[in-house]
């Protein structure tokens, strides 16, 4: 086989390992779990993984993702608001949706009436974090009681999304506050729920303290990719937390000074960049870039090399303090985080090997 670098190289046994793991953990706390597929494009054989370690629903935000994912018999939610243009690809693809505005509940009602269809919406809660979801809790009870009366659309359950753009972390009371409100949906309808679902991989760490009662689902895509929770970033014991690996090609080793020679101004992303003055230093370039990686979140396994920086398509790191004596055309290899996982998986200049 030609080598073509830069590639990634994805260990699904680990992965399966992750999964399973995790999917212990939470059905001892009496919750299932929604694999997150987005991270790597709903990649088949990623997705394998997570059907043998035992998720319950796939779950994803794009709907080119979830087209990948027709072939498996496994109840699928679509994970970012559906925008109204691609209501019917939502009903075809996806068995639930998150959801915060009636006039796209709506849409998905009609849209599935037409398919012969019932689409099960879960309504979204924005505890604080501030990304999507209904912030005050009389509009909650309204919209559902609006919503009762849609033919092509049930309520599945409630959700909410924590630590994504506020930063804000799970706890006891916020999981209180959405449980709640879910008791309070179902006495208002007389109905019962069947998903509540109490965030992302930022929840697991409450996992630990019996801390998600009454919730009885969680979405996750980085603690089964990497063996995180991210609310802290903490591992989950007993996890892999290298199943991603990157691998890319040196192209140019030169001892040059540390710090730009002449007058600075913005780097190529528009940035005035700083530098620290290390005297000359043995720099190494690898034919890898921002279009492909984030370079605060790949991590070299030769822990001496630093790495200083990249552009577009050039990653550059200082080799001075590594004791292995690197030649243009090597490889170096790198741990990967969430991140970096996303966009390489989504880069088409990158090799993917799954093993
Ligand atoms: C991406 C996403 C998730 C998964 O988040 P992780 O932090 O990767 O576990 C869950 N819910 C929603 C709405 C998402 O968009």
Partial sequence: MEMAYPRIIIDTNKILHNVRIVVEIAKKNGITVAGVTKGFCAHKEIVKAYIEGGVKYLADSRINNLMRLEEFAIPKIFT????????????????????????????????????????????????????????????????????????????????????????????????????????????????????????NSSSIHLLKSNKLDGVNNLRLGESLMCG???????????????????????????????????????DAFGNIPSFIDRG?????????GKQDIDYNTIFPIDDDLIILGGSSDHLILDGSDS???????????????????????TSEYIEKIIL
């Fill in 323 to 345: 004791k292995i004596d690197y030649k243009i055309g090597d490889r170096i290899k790198f741990n990967m985080h969430y991140v970096s996982i996303l966009r390489a998986m």
């Fill in 228 to 266: 995180t929770e991210s609310a802290f970033g903490e591992r989950i014991p007993g996890t892999y937390n290298d199943a991603f690996t990157l691998e890319a090609e040196i192209i140019e080793i030169k001892n040059k000074p540390s710090v730009p020679v002449g007058e600075i101004g913005k």
């Fill in 280 to 288: 000359i230093r043995k720099r190494i370039i690898c034919a890898v």
């Fill in 80 to 199: 970012r608001l559906p925008m109204l243009t691609e209501v019917k690809d939502v009903i075809r693809y996806s068995n639930y949706s998150l959801n915060s505005e009636f006039i796209t509940m709506k849409a998905l009602s009609n849209e599935a009436l037409k398919q012969d269809k019932v689409h099960g919406v879960i309504i979204m809660i924005d505890l604080g974090d501030l990304r999507e979801g209904y912030f005050k809790e009389d509009e909650v009870y309204s919209v559902a009681k609006k919503l009762s009366e849609l033919k092509g659309i049930y309520i599945a359950g409630i959700g909410t999304n924590l630590t994504c753009y506020g930063g804000l972390i799970p706890n006891k009371e916020l999981i209180k506050r959405l449980v709640n409100i879910g008791k309070n949906i179902e006495d208002l309808l007389k109905i019962k729920l069947e998903i509540i679902s109490g965030g």
